[in-house]
């Protein structure tokens, strides 16, 4: 399985100069829609009641950005390719480059996933969601981002297979034609969005559930 995420250790010390990598979501999504704890599957969500503040982890920093690719005729984010506008490698056919900035990004995960899950399972709701739904996921980590814009941009070779990014101004665009630089994202309504998470498989095993491997953010396409 391919992930769209940089490989991180959730367990390490968090501070504001140590932030998690996270699966880039399809696309921005309203604040209200993914919470930390969720159980999520393709088609149903659920969001329990039964976790409390000190279950959490909360991190930030003020200032935001990402370079991703993005599928050119559909939109959809693919991956993130990190915060430095520098790459190493050309997008395949079909895809293009875009970059996220952000006046800030809050970063929410659980302190202890696995205890997390065995809280949320206490409930009844829950039990009962998880016997309609199962192959699911357990939310972990979720990445909000306030008042962010979404542009396109192109890769300049600068030599020894390296790559500038630059973000696309006006109606600048490849090959001399014209066209709007930002990225066509859904409106979501809100002045944070959520552009990533880290959801990890919910497994049974003798009649017990735990947590499995992380999956991909397709919960959301």
């Known amino acids: 399985m391919s992930f769209t995420r940089r490989r991180s250790s959730l367990e390490a010390p968090l501070s504001p100069s140590i932030i998690p990598d996270l699966a880039l ?3 921005p999504l309203n604040n209200k829609t993914i919470s930390v704890g969720q159980l999520v599957s393709r088609t149903s969500k659920h969001d329990p009641s039964t976790l409390e503040h000190r279950d959490y982890d909360d991190v930030g920093s003020k200032w935001y950005k990402d370079v991703i ?12 390719l990190g915060g430095a506008y520098m790459v190493q490698k050309q997008p395949g056919e079909g895809t293009e480059v875009g970059t996220i900035e952000a006046e800030s990004q809050h970063v929410r995960l659980l302190k202890d996933a696995d205890a997390a899950l065995e809280k949320v399972l206490r409930d009844d709701k829950a039990q009962a969601w998880l016997k309609e739904n199962q192959e699911a996921g357990f939310v972990v980590a979720i990445r909000e981002v306030l008042n962010a814009s979404y542009k396109r ?3 300049v070779d600068i030599g020894a297979g390296n790559y500038e990014v630059r973000r696309e101004v006006g109606h600048e665009g490849q090959g001399g034609k014209r066209r709007d630089s930002g990225l066509d994202v859904p409106e979501t309504h809100t002045k944070t969005d959520i552009v990533g998470v880290v959801v990890r498989e919910i497994v049974k095993n003798n009649g017990e559930y735990s947590l499995g491997d992380e999956l991909e953010a397709t919960f959301w396409e």
């Open 153 to 155: 941009a192109r890769l």
């Open 69 to 80: 690719s993005f599928d050119g005729k559909s939109g959809r984010f693919i991956e993130s």
């Open 25 to 27: 979501l399809p696309k």
